[in-house]
């Protein structure tokens, strides 16, 4: 799948986008967070908010006990700051 | 009822007598427009906001907030023009307008719109002062505000 | 500041730029505008409204209900124009513009005006149908609008 | 004192506005509808609605119960329908 990432969740990861497969077992939006967390330092450093970062699949929003199996493209990012 | 996402600025008045003119069925117009300030909330001097937005995303949770709106109120009509890129301090960012038969539903429908922007819209301002750049975080009177409208 | 009792229309494009040009101060401006309806509250055609106001009293009026909503909200500007005459279906009636730092006040003064305006404001509708002309009668809706900014 | 009218308590009365005294003892707004209410048919008839009937003495709301000593101008109307 894709996974976006917006604002500071972007510039913490170091970059706007990526493919990636999630192992067996991650299976929610939270699971997804908690098995980034363990790929380096800026996915840490991006992820350690932890219920701040707000996730979207398939551009609606999403929960963090969202079910992720089919989803094609997952975002991260900061609560919205529009208006 | 329309939504637009767009860099450039709007017209509030030409907007308005897209909306209203030829038509005599609607008693009451209300229009919000969100201004750059040229202050942060800290009281720094900000010479400009930028706004990230999630393309694609963004257009489909304006129409769902629209619609939302409509299915609440009877509006004869309402438009949502949202900005992105860099916005100069004293420029506009938002334009809500709702259009209604009396001034109860204009109101309402217009203060939910901009609770919904403000909380659900996928859009992040990054604020450019003498000392650099920085996101502006999310306030917890935006989401008590949103939170009003749960039924 | 400025309260406008007028018979010709008013353009609210036009008054929302001289109330904002060239200031950066503000975050939020919230404009109400009432618009002459073409049917009556029991559906017959409208042709159009005629507004009698008791001359005097009604500019005191507005300028007690505009210092008001300035002593409650922190309002950075404020406009109020009411017509009164013969007001054609389609053509405006009454415009409330405020301007604050944030959406909150605005919204809330724009409201507390309006609600003021509706029932404290000596204005009189008198109704022109096919009929003849009626007087328009006051709506208890209004009343309660009002009350709930009652301390 | 001047009397004025507005809306249909003017069209009622006939006259927009007039000079009147009121006798001693009637010191209230209320009581000087009651006073009016007695002066012919026409007065009978716009002041029928009773607490209906909103009142300005010198040019600022005025309830009911108000004192009416030393008013230049006390205004009668029906309830606004402005805005």
């Known amino acids: 799948?894709?996974?976006?990432?917006?604002?500071?969740?972007?510039?913490?990861?170091?970059?706007?986008?990526?493919?990636?497969?999630?192992?067996?077992?991650?299976?929610?939006?939270?699971?997804?967070?908690?098995?980034?967390?363990?790929?380096?330092?800026?996915?840490?450093?991006?992820?350690e908010a932890g219920p701040?970062?707000?996730?979207?699949?398939?551009?609606?929003?999403?929960?963090?006990?969202?079910?992720?199996?089919?989803?094609?493209?997952?975002?991260?990012?900061?609560?919205?700051?529009?208006g | 009822m329309t939504v637009r996402l767009q860099t450039e600025p709007f017209d509030l008045g030409a907007e308005v007598a897209r909306l209203t003119d030829g038509r005599?069925?609607?008693?009451?117009?209300?229009?919000?427009?969100?201004?750059?300030?040229?202050?942060?909330?800290?009281?720094?001097e900000l010479v400009a906001l930028t706004l990230e937005h999630y393309p694609g995303m963004v257009e489909d949770e304006l129409s769902r907030i629209e619609a939302e709106a409509r299915a609440r109120w009877s509006l004869a009509d309402a438009l949502v023009i949202h900005r992105h890129g860099r916005i100069l301090a004293g420029e506009p960012i938002v334009l809500v307008v709702t259009l209604a038969p009396h001034r109860a539903a204009a109101f309402e429908a217009a203060e939910f719109l901009m609770d919904y922007l403000k909380t659900s819209a996928p859009f992040w301002k990054q604020e450019e002062t003498a000392d650099g750049r920085s996101w502006v975080a999310a306030k917890a009177t935006d989401d008590a505000a949103a939170d009003r409208w749960k039924k």
Request: charged content about 30%; glycine content about 10%; aromatic content about 10%.
């Open chain 1, 52 to 82: 701040a970062i707000r996730a979207a699949i398939d551009k609606r929003h999403a929960r963090a006990d969202a079910p992720i199996a089919g989803a094609r493209e997952i975002a991260f990012f900061p609560p919205m700051t529009g």
């Open chain 1, 1 to 47: 799948m894709k996974l976006l990432y917006f604002a500071w969740v972007r510039e913490r990861v170091g970059r706007a986008e990526e493919e990636a497969e999630a192992p067996a077992g991650v299976s929610t939006v939270a699971e997804l967070i908690e098995w980034l967390r363990g790929r380096g330092p800026e996915y840490e450093h991006a992820f």
């Open chain 2, 24 to 44: 005599s069925d609607v008693g009451a117009v209300v229009t919000f427009m969100g201004v750059c300030r040229d202050r942060t909330d800290s009281g720094a």
